[in-house]
């Protein structure tokens, strides 16, 4: 915590030497989201997907720099999977590069199976973390950019991992035409992933298909282990049909 306390303060000093002219864009209020149907849930960290059908939740809700990311994905059983509560901020927000921090506490559902006197009782067991993010992003063009993006994450009780740190290295590619009317972009990474005393090396791509000014769209992430020491699946995929939410609000005087 010494070292991530000393890397903001660093990060907001180089904030006050690049800092601009605030322009109405700042104080504009937004909400953005998607609601994405799948047919099987993959996280960010391998070991954390369902790995069954789910539905999920992903808000931005904010004005200016500031914003609160709600993430609430269920099982399409009705079950909850993972509740994460992110709260962001733009620390630096350029023409071509932005800075990014960011923090939440998030809880992770788990089935859970316990013998008592001789008979099974299952339960859904809450597993709870707190993390947080720093994410550089360099914009190359209007379509086109690069970023690295570090996760850390603490788990709040004895019985889960405790420590957990996400590197990444991503490209965005965007608005790649197909037809006049259709597009998609895609979003390659490689990470790096260590859980306690475990860690591997992972590849991921992502792929959404849309139709410019229509809200729905296709999404396909596929996420595979190039060499790991934690258990999980080496390969994980998923197909979801995605609803997207763009509105923005100006304050009327």
């Not at 992502?206 to 699946?233: C, D, H, M, Q, R």
Request: proline fraction near 3%.
């Amino acid at each position: 915590m010494k070292k991530l306390t000393l890397l903001i303060c660093i990060l907001f000093s180089f904030n006050n030497a690049f800092s601009q002219t605030t322009d109405s864009t700042q104080t504009q209020s937004f909400l953005r989201g998607q609601i994405t149907a799948t047919n099987n849930g993959v996280s960010l960290i391998p070991s954390f997907s369902l790995g069954k059908p789910a539905v999920l939740f992903d808000l931005n809700i904010g004005k200016g720099r500031l914003s609160f990311d709600p993430m609430i994905r269920f099982g399409m059983n009705g079950k909850p999977w993972t509740f994460v509560f992110w709260w962001r901020y733009k620390l630096i927000q350029q023409k071509k590069f932005t800075l990014s921090l960011g923090a939440h506490p998030s809880v992770v559902f788990r089935d859970i199976s316990v013998v008592e006197n001789g008979i099974q009782r299952n339960f859904l067991a809450a597993q709870r973390y707190f993390a947080w993010e720093v994410s550089p992003t360099y914009l190359i063009n209007k379509n086109t950019s690069l970023s690295l993006y570090y996760l850390g994450s603490k788990g709040l009780t004895k019985d889960i991992v405790q420590n957990t740190t996400f590197l990444a290295a991503r490209a965005a590619i965007n608005n790649i035409k197909i037809t006049k009317v259709l597009s998609f972009s895609a979003i390659p990474q490689v990470y790096y992933l260590k859980m306690d005393n475990k860690d591997g090396i992972y590849a991921n791509m992502t792929l959404n298909l849309y139709k410019k000014n229509f809200p729905v769209s296709l999404n396909a992430i596929a996420s595979k282990a190039i060499k790991t020491e934690i258990v999980g699946k080496d390969f994980l995929w998923s197909i979801g049909l995605v609803y997207n939410i763009n509105n923005k609000y100006k304050k009327l005087r």
